[in-house]
Nanobody, 119 residues
Framework: QVQLVESGGDLVQPGGSLRLSCAAS????????MGWYRQVPGKQRELVAD???????NYADSVKGRFTISRDNAKDTVYLQMNSLKPEDTAVYYC?????????????WGQGTQVTVSS
């Protein structure tokens, strides 16, 4: 059974930093893409950042220059370094992993970790 387990969510003051981690386990295939989404009540889940095994990264405009995504491919682990946090970054952050094998696409999600930015 494939599992994604997040950690690192917390309460932080505006301008502060947090580092989220997500470790995958249970898959015999490597994740093609791993990334982070976030969701606030009443809104759709939105992409924050993702990274391919080849090293390509993609960021939401709202976090460019403040957040950095990185991967450890050998461990199927993905990190999100969040700096200069703003109250509008408050959300539940979900780890996402996608496995592509031949024509099959499988998406997996973590349980979510709460990030609250408040003074």
């Amino acid at each position: 059974q494939v599992q994604l387990v997040e950690s690192g969510g917390d309460l932080v003051q505006p301008g502060g930093s947090l580092r989220l981690s997500c470790a995958a386990s249970g898959s015999i295939f490597r994740f093609t893409t791993m990334g982070w989404y976030r969701q606030v009540p009443g809104k759709q889940r939105e992409l924050v950042a993702d990274a391919t095994r080849a090293g390509s990264t993609n960021y939401a405009d709202s976090v460019k220059g403040r957040f950095t995504i990185s991967r450890d491919n050998a461990k199927d682990t993905v990190y999100l370094q969040m700096n200069s946090l703003k109250p509008e970054d408050t959300a539940v952050y979900y780890c996402h992993g996608r496995i592509i094998v031949a024509l099959s696409i499988q998406d997996y999600w973590g349980q979510g970790t709460q990030v609250t930015v408040s003074s």
